[in-house]
């Protein structure tokens, strides 16, 4: 069974960002100019998002003990953490003395407009899941906030029965509506901040931002649909 509602292993927590962590200013990094007047501040910049999934990387090789994986990547948000993920497992691969088959497929999940969740999670693609029969399944997310979504898509690939399901996700953020759902690996534990960047969206924007930022209330507005 993938994810706890208990205690985490000690990497499963991630990096913990605290609530009175003030993030970056903008103005020391790089970003679209587009952009502009629709940020607070970077939350997390693009070099230590990428040196800590490189660790994360090292966890889960070390974890399932160089079994063969079938990765799902929960897209959009997720492929940029997915594609630098697998780079780093197939770099440990090719450097030890055991080759592990990594095969990529990818899922749509849709439950958020704007900034609210929806009532009902939608799955998109993915129809033939029972591909993932005996499989060592290894779900790629980038956020997990209450947990409903990611209990909703287990409980759909459980029914086809693989042999071992394990979640990473890059973020983990801390929300009163959390029913206590924990990924397995998680990147950084970050405050109840609506967050973009690294492929996360808002709207389809602010996917092409390379740091975690947190989006203002200008930008919500801006984009809003």
Request: glycine share 8%; proline share 4%.
């Amino acid at each position: 069974m993938a994810g706890s509602s208990e205690e985490a292993p000690d990497y499963g927590r991630g990096v913990v960002i605290k609530d009175n962590w003030p993030g970056y200013d903008l103005n020391l990094f790089t970003y679209p100019q587009h952009y502009y007047g629709d940020l607070e501040y970077v939350l997390l910049p693009r070099g230590i998002i990428v040196d800590r999934i490189e660790r994360l990387a090292k966890d889960i090789m070390k974890d399932l003990g160089y079994c063969d994986i079938l990765i799902l990547c929960v897209l959009k948000g997720g492929y940029k953490f997915c594609m630098d993920l697998v780079e780093h497992l197939k770099n440990i691969s090719r450097n030890s003395d055991r080759f592990v088959s990594m095969k990529v497929d990818f899922i749509r999940l849709k439950s958020c407009r704007n900034d609210q969740a929806m009532d009902e999670m939608q799955i998109i693609g993915g129809d033939d899941l029972s591909t993932l029969a005996g499989k060592n399944v290894l779900i790629v997310k980038d956020l997990v906030g209450t947990g409903r979504t990611m209990k909703a898509l287990l409980s759909s690939i459980e029914k086809h029965k693989p042999n071992m399901i394990k979640v990473a996700s890059l973020l983990v953020k801390r929300t009163p509506g959390s029913d206590g759902f924990r990924p397995d690996y998680a990147g950084f534990e970050i405050p109840n901040l609506f967050v973009v960047g690294y492929a996360l969206g808002y709207n389809e924007y602010f996917r092409d931002l390379n740091h975690i930022c947190v989006i203002s209330e200008h930008g919500k507005e801006k984009y809003r649909v």
